[in-house]
C-alpha cells in the first residue's frame, strides 16, 4: 500500500512564498501529482512529477526526490485566490491515485 | 482537457431511499472512470474503478452491494447509493484519465453533495 503525509494547515502572507511538503512511502511509483481544490469543488491538476527534478509552471513549481520519498509544491507571489487545499497523490501502479490528507492554505493580506 | 460533469450537483434524501449519481464525459470516450468520496476536511478516497462494459473494481472496504455503479456507455458512469443513511453523507467526485502527451491526466467532475436525513 501507500503512505502519504502532508502537514494540516498552513498559513502565509499576500505576495509571498509557501511551500508545501509531502512525504510518502510505497512499493511501486508511476508519478506524483499536486491537485488545488477550493471548498466544495472539484479538484484542479497543478503539477506533476515522475523524474527527479523541479518542474515549474508560472507561480506554481513542484519538486520531486524519489529516493527519498518527498516532493513539494511551492507556491510563489501568492494571491488571495490561492486560499485552498493541496492534495498530494501518488500513482503507484495502474491509473489508481492515492491521495494525502491535503494542506489548507491560507493566504493573508 | 476532459470536461466532466455529474448530476445532480446536490441531493437531499431521507435515510432508506436510493439515489443515483450520473457522471459524464463530455468530449473524451472513457473505458474506465473512477468514484471517490471525501468528507468534509478531509482528502478524496478512492471508492471504486468503473470499466465501461464490465464489472466495477471496488477498493478494500467498499461495499459493492451498496454502492453500485454501472458504465453502460463510453461517456457515463452511474453510481447508485442503496438504502442511504445519514453516514453516506458526503461529497461523491469522479474522474476520468486522459493521456495528455506523456502524462495520464485525471480530470475530475465538479461533484455530487449527498446529504441523507
Redesign the interface.
Same mark, same amino acid.
Given at each position: 500500500g501507500q503512505n502519504i503525509d502532508q502537514p494540516t494547515e498552513m498559513t502565509a502572507t499576500e505576495g509571498a512564498i509557501v511551500q508545501i511538503n509531502c512525504t510518502y512511502q510505497t512499493s511501486g511509483f508511476n508519478?506524483l501529482?499536486w491537485y488545488q481544490q477550493h471548498a466544495?469543488?472539484?479538484? @484542479?491538476?497543478l503539477s506533476?512529477n515522475v523524474l527527479d527534478g523541479l518542474e515549474e509552471k508560472g507561480r506554481f513549481s513542484s519538486f520531486l526526490s524519489r529516493s527519498k520519498g518527498y516532493s513539494y509544491l511551492l507556491l510563489k507571489e501568492l494571491q488571495m485566490k490561492d486560499s485552498a487545499s493541496y492534495?498530494c497523490a501518488l500513482?503507484a501502479a495502474g491509473?489508481?491515485? @492515492?491521495?494525502?490528507?491535503?494542506t489548507r492554505v491560507l493566504v493573508k493580506p | 482537457g476532459a470536461v466532466v460533469s455529474q448530476h445532480p450537483s446536490r441531493v437531499i434524501c431521507k435515510s432508506g431511499t436510493s439515489v443515483k449519481i450520473e457522471c459524464r464525459s463530455l468530449d473524451f470516450q472513457a473505458t474506465t472512470m473512477f468514484w471517490y468520496r471525501q468528507f468534509p476536511k478531509q482528502s478524496l478516497m478512492l471508492m471504486a474503478t468503473s470499466n465501461e462494459g464490465s464489472k466495477a473494481t471496488y477498493e478494500q472496504g467498499v461495499e459493492k452491494d451498496k454502492f453500485l455503479i454501472n458504465h453502460a456507455s463510453l461517456t457515463l458512469s452511474t453510481l447508485t447509493v442503496t438504502s442511504a443513511h445519514p453516514e453516506d453523507s458526503s461529497f461523491y467526485i469522479c474522474s476520468l484519465e486522459v493521456l495528455q502527451g506523456r502524462l495520464d491526466e485525471q480530470f475530475f467532475g465538479p461533484g455530487t453533495r449527498l446529504t441523507v436525513l
Open positions: 508519478g501529482f466544495g469543488e472539484a479538484p @484542479t491538476f506533476y492534495l500513482k491509473n489508481k491515485l @492515492t491521495f494525502g490528507g491535503g | -
